[in-house]
């Protein structure tokens, strides 16, 4: 599968891109892919869901923030930066994005925390057309009433929100509580048994792998029901 490698300017670190190409008939529709707190572009769960989409037909790139820059040339872990720096970031991607795919349809999608960047960027009138959350990081771990959902009025493009009912970071009923407040429509599918990472027990008769597949088929269902070409 053809993916492209390249860095994005940004400040006096450039930042790691990598745009893998649909196979088969392309969509209209292109997707920004942003990491988690723990993860980096190339992280095995990001590369898969990545190359998953693309062979549902979807251009996706990928990047890196910029602390995960800094650890990777430091050969450690680092904090991820403040939310001004990572929207900076993520903007830029976008801006690479659409100045790479012109014409595009351009989906905003995310890993827990970029999922979240993702949101303050659409709620800010950056250029997205939808929203596709992976584990959208409503609050802490065991932290309930810090509830990060006070932009969601002014979110008006559509989102799919994919969470697992053993989630940490979002207890379902305070998510659907503050779904009722979203701007826009917005679809949220529960994976029944998945945690943050959409990790499942055996006992759930499912494999990470299918869970993850079942994944990108509602993210593929929900995008050609959205936008109908």
């Known amino acids: 599968m053809p993916s492209e490698r390249f860095t994005l300017p940004f400040a006096d670190l450039p930042l790691s891109a990598v745009l893998d190409a649909p196979t088969g ?15 980096h ?3 095995p769960w990001m590369e898969r869901v990545a190359l998953g989409l693309a062979a549902r037909g979807f251009p996706v790139l990928r990047f890196n923030y910029p602390y995960q820059e800094r650890a990777r040339a430091r050969g450690h872990p680092l904090p991820p930066d403040r939310q001004p720096v990572l929207e900076e970031a993520h903007a830029a991607a976008l801006a690479a994005l659409a100045e790479r795919l012109p014409g595009r349809r351009l989906l905003l999608a ?8 993702a949101t303050y960027l659409a709620a800010k009138g950056e250029r997205c057309a939808g929203l596709v959350l992976f584990g959208y990081p409503l609050h802490p771990p065991q ?3 810090r509830t990060r959902s006070e ?20 207890e379902l009923e305070l998510l659907r509580a503050a779904l009722a407040r979203y701007g826009g429509r917005a ?8 945690d ?9 008769g499912r494999t990470d792998d299918e869970v993850r597949e079942h994944l990108l088929e509602r993210v593929s269902s929900w995008e050609r029901e959205t936008f109908p070409e």
């Open 25 to 39: 008939a392309a969509r209209a529709s292109a997707v920004l892919l942003a990491h988690g707190a723990g993860y």
């Open 41 to 43: 572009m190339d992280s």
């Open 110 to 117: 995310g890993k827990s925390m970029g999922g979240r960047i």
């Open 143 to 145: 932290q309930p009433a």
């Open 151 to 170: 932009h969601f009025p002014t979110i008006a493009q559509p989102a799919l929100f994919l969470q697992g009912t053993r989630d940490e970071f979002a």
């Open 187 to 194: 679809t949220l599918e529960v994976i029944e048994g998945a």
């Open 196 to 204: 943050h990472g959409f990790h499942v027990p055996r006992a759930s």
